[in-house]
């Protein structure tokens, strides 16, 4: 090798990692593997959790037989405290709070193999969002397989659970079970709540419907969390152009699991059934302008301050197409943090420290 050649080799040698050309295919093959290497953290996360939550649920009965059968009282729990934290000083999660939770744990949920199977693949501090905020054996049940289904961070199970969404799921008034199909009118009617919370929005109930929709797109993260599982954001003000002449849909999504378009129109006021005509129109134009032969026929939300709910179903009695008209709230909580992803082992011992 010349002189020249080796002055040459140790200048490429001196460039940063990040400026030495990298082979070819090699940005696919590295995208590749970092989701393997994220799948493989999940899955590690997700272990810990089991065994955790498994572990809690275990030593939370044995409190719970020991007490009922040999009578021992509540100080037992201090002394077990003391004695764990000793003999385990690097474990976090032995404070008496969390062993009283790990026995109301194990009370409100006797069954083994249902925590085992379904509740371990949440993280403990979910299961103490759910025995603080729920009561009910079914009501948790419920919750727990949505947060399950849709990844519920914490801070959003505790959110939908203060919003009553199990009371508010199905309760839009619809026409979907003549207008639609079994399998589909089920699903569409589940879609829709009745009423929408946007208190996210953080307007007076004054706000013009202009106002709201602008305010709904800035927040688009939030308004899909209320929406529900499967909607998927179109666009605003779309504009259908119709023998020459322009119309614009307030807001435009698509239902990944209905598989269909979903209209929204919003009303400031009450509910009147003139506003259905004009929904009408707006879902006959996106069918034949917009929609697939793959897609299933587009359904109307029209999103209302107030409604007469006879009137409402009066009015829907005569259309011929699906829709749906449910109230909004302006006036509520929403949590600030809507993140849904799984907690890392530091944030883990970060709840368990703080218990």
């Known amino acids: 090798m010349t002189k020249h050649e080796l002055n040459k080799r140790d200048h490429m040698s001196d460039k940063p990692v990040s400026l030495v050309p990298a082979p070819e295919a090699y940005a696919h093959w590295l995208e590749g593997l970092k989701s393997r290497i994220h799948n493989a953290q999940q899955r590690a996360t997700l272990a810990v959790n089991r065994e955790l939550v498994l572990l809690y649920w275990q030593i939370g009965r044995d409190i ?49 193999s249902f925590v085992q199977e379904v509740l371990a693949q949440l993280p403990w501090y979910h299961q103490l969002a759910l025995l603080d905020k729920l009561s009910d054996p079914e009501t948790r049940r419920w919750y727990v397989a949505k947060a399950i289904e849709y990844n519920w961070s914490r801070n959003v199970l505790v959110m939908q659970i203060e919003s009553r969404l199990l009371e508010r799921s199905g309760q839009a008034v619809t026409n979907f079970e003549v207008r639609l199909p079994k399998a589909q009118s089920d699903l569409a009617r589940e879609s829709l709540k009745d009423p929408y919370r946007f208190g996210f929005l953080g307007l007076i109930e004054e706000a013009q419907e202009r106002e709201i929709e602008n305010a709904l797109v800035k927040h688009l993260t939030e308004f899909l969390l209320e929406l529900g599982a499967g909607f998927a954001f179109v666009g605003r003000q779309v504009l259908l152009d119709v023998g020459g002449d322009e119309f614009f849909i307030d807001l435009l999504f698509y239902h ?91 944030q883990i011992e970060r709840e368990l420290e703080a218990t």
Request: proline share 6%; charged share 25%.
């Open 64 to 112: 719970l037989q020991r007490q009922m059968e040999q009578g021992w009282g509540a100080k037992v729990i201090e002394r077990l405290a003391y004695d764990l934290r000793t003999a385990f000083p690097d474990m976090k999660g032995f404070s008496p709070r969390n062993l009283k939770y790990m026995r109301a744990f194990s009370e409100a949920w006797p069954d083994e």
């Open 256 to 346: 990944l699991k209905l598989r269909c378009y979903v209209v929204i129109e919003l009303k400031t006021g009450k509910f009147k059934p003139e506003h259905l005509g004009k929904l009408g129109f707006y879902l006959t134009a996106v069918d034949r302008q917009i929609k697939s032969d793959q897609d299933n026929p587009s359904i109307g939300l029209l999103l209302c301050k107030s409604k007469n709910k006879v009137v409402a179903e009066y009015a829907l009695g005569d259309s011929s197409q699906p829709m749906g008209i449910a109230e909004y709230k302006l006036l509520e909580f929403m949590p600030e943090n809507l993140q849904t992803s799984l907690p890392s082992i530091e």
